[in-house]
């Protein structure tokens, strides 16, 4: 079942792309047997007439259903479809997904913004008006931003608060820097940023650093924890805890507040699980800053949540209160599943264009392991074959449920490592950790293949390192517990995750697991 607006002469070149990456990833694991498969000249060119259709519409489900298709035909290109890119700027550009159309640009000037030219002056002229519109300036600096992002730029203008639910990658972190910035040089002020998770300190530290460069913005400083000596020029990046223990009642520990931000406010979803404190102190440092401060900006930000404009009247007593949601993501998601029915294994398929899922028999089943709770050899030689299978290009994500077996997993993973990693980046990375931690480190000898494991017990200062290396792409597999998972972005192809566990075994007669905003959270890694 795809999304209600499609037409029905369309339906079969969509399902025949579908099928196509289906097929195409269950031969790559080594499910089905390899065959030669092309997409034909005949199904491009229907592929061509129904983008540019879709491309012409407004509503959110054709911009899903332009972004699916064209990166199907982006991922699977041949040699001889010379004009494809081109198309695929064009149509990108016209649905406000500028971002993507910069991807697919071999020749785009990172430098002065600017896309290369295209053939026809008329299409020049079609997708310099698209872009147009979704140019922002700050200072003198220019950005270019999805047809959402930009939709939150000219609103958060206009509010005084602001929630806003996207998809993980649809880029509303990115836009909501670049507001707090611009607010900054705008009225000066200090800015409050509250994020679930340490990891993701890191990642917002290192955000704000790189735009404070670049606008010589020296004057700020950027502090994790509270700091009672300075009160101006700040920028605060705290956890929900670090927030509320900076308050009393006798001052306003973070002076003169012009933004504050809520990063990943689907964690306040756990409030109706008595057992999490974490969402409990969120709340209360919410409440408690609607009574002591009076932000020029405030904004509430996360994957899939709704009543966020409600919840800042209902906090805030905020009438001049606005929310922005969209189902739209500049990238595409598939996600696959192994099920075991019977004596036989299905490969499914989901993507954001089909309501239902579509199912592939597996034939080779030799080495696949479902079922059971523990990371036994099979299951680790399993998992080993799905990640030698997937390549040397690919970059990979496992989700761990715990920090023992993340280390477990990755050890095996590398003992077992058909993919050679050459980056040369690692041996001056492999030392820093032997000098810093100890030369005997599991991390050394899992690095040393180009893997490493991430989570709360690994010390601060090699989480750090890791989470750069990873960003530069010097490590091909990552694995990972929740550390990792809520907000953080990193440039991985595939997420892998053996179920929705917290742990290994029963607590207390039950097995905690992810929520569904945390697993979307994952997928969205992806």
């Excluded at 498969?37 to 983008?51: E, H, S, W």
């Excluded at 956890?239 to 009642?249: G, Q, W």
Aim: hydrophobic share 35%.
């Amino acid at each position: 079942t795809l999304l209600p607006n499609i037409c029905d002469r369309h339906k079969d070149l969509i399902y025949y792309l579908l099928n196509f990456e289906h097929r195409s990833v269950a031969m790559k694991l080594g499910f089905i047997e390899e065959c030669d498969i092309v997409i034909t000249d005949g199904r491009l060119f229907q592929a061509i007439g129904v983008i540019d259709y879709y491309s012409r519409n407004s509503d959110e489900e054709s911009k899903q259903m332009v972004i699916v298709l064209s990166s199907i035909l982006y991922t699977y290109k041949q040699n001889h479809w010379t004009g494809l890119n081109e198309f695929l700027v064009i149509v990108l550009s016209r649905i406000g997904f500028a971002p993507s159309a910069i991807m697919v640009d071999e020749s785009y000037d990172k430098e002065s913004n600017q896309f290369s030219a295209l053939s026809s002056f008329i299409s020049q002229i079609s997708a310099t008006i698209n872009q147009l519109k979704n140019e922002i300036f700050i200072k003198n600096q220019l950005y270019l931003l999805t047809d959402f992002q930009k939709r939150i730029w000219d609103i958060s203008a206009k509010s005084k608060f602001l929630g806003i639910s996207a998809p993980t990658s649809a880029g509303k972190s990115f836009v909501i820097l670049l507001k707090c910035i611009d607010n900054i040089i705008k009225k000066g002020g200090n800015i409050v940023y509250i994020v679930p998770t340490l990891s993701l300190i890191n990642q917002v530290v290192n955000d704000f650093h790189d735009k404070l460069n670049e606008f010589s913005l020296d004057d700020y400083e950027i502090l994790t924890t509270y700091n009672e000596q300075r009160n101006s020029n700040i920028i605060y990046v705290l956890t929900p805890e670090r927030a509320i223990s900076a308050y009393n009642e006798d001052t306003l520990p973070f002076g003169k507040v012009n933004s504050f931000i809520v990063d990943e406010i689907q964690n306040i979803e756990r409030l109706e699980n008595k057992e999490d404190e974490r969402s409990k102190i969120l709340f209360d440092s919410l409440i408690e800053l609607s009574f002591s401060y009076s932000p020029d900006l405030i904004i509430f930000s996360g994957p899939r949540v709704s009543g966020l404009k409600n919840m800042g009247f209902d906090i805030f007593q905020e009438l001049n209160s606005n929310e922005l949601n969209t189902i739209s993501s500049p990238v595409t998601n598939f996600t696959y599943s192994i099920l075991k029915k019977g004596n036989k294994y299905y490969f499914k398929q989901y993507s954001q264009i089909n309501k239902n899922h579509s199912s592939i028999e597996i034939l080779n089943t030799d080495y696949i392991k479902i079922g059971g709770k523990q990371y036994d050899d099979k299951y680790l030689s399993y998992l080993s074959n799905i990640i030698n299978k997937l390549g040397i290009d690919s970059k990979n994500i496992i989700f761990s449920p715990t920090s023992g077996t993340a280390r477990k997993i990755a050890i095996d993973l590398a003992n077992n490592n058909a993919v050679v990693n050459s980056n040369n980046r690692l041996k001056s990375l492999i030392k820093y950790v032997s000098s810093t931690v100890h030369p005997n480190y599991d991390l050394i000898k899992t690095l040393d293949n180009g893997i490493a494991y991430h989570h709360g017990k690994v010390p601060s200062h090699i989480r750090n390192v890791l989470e750069y290396a990873i960003k530069e792409k010097m490590i091909d597999t990552t694995v990972c517990t929740t550390t990792l998972m809520q907000g953080v972005n990193l440039p991985a192809q595939n997420v892998i995750m053996r179920n929705g566990y917290l742990s290994t075994r029963n607590i207390g007669g039950d097995m905690p697991k992810l929520t569904n905003y945390e697993i979307s959270n994952l997928r969205g890694r992806a």
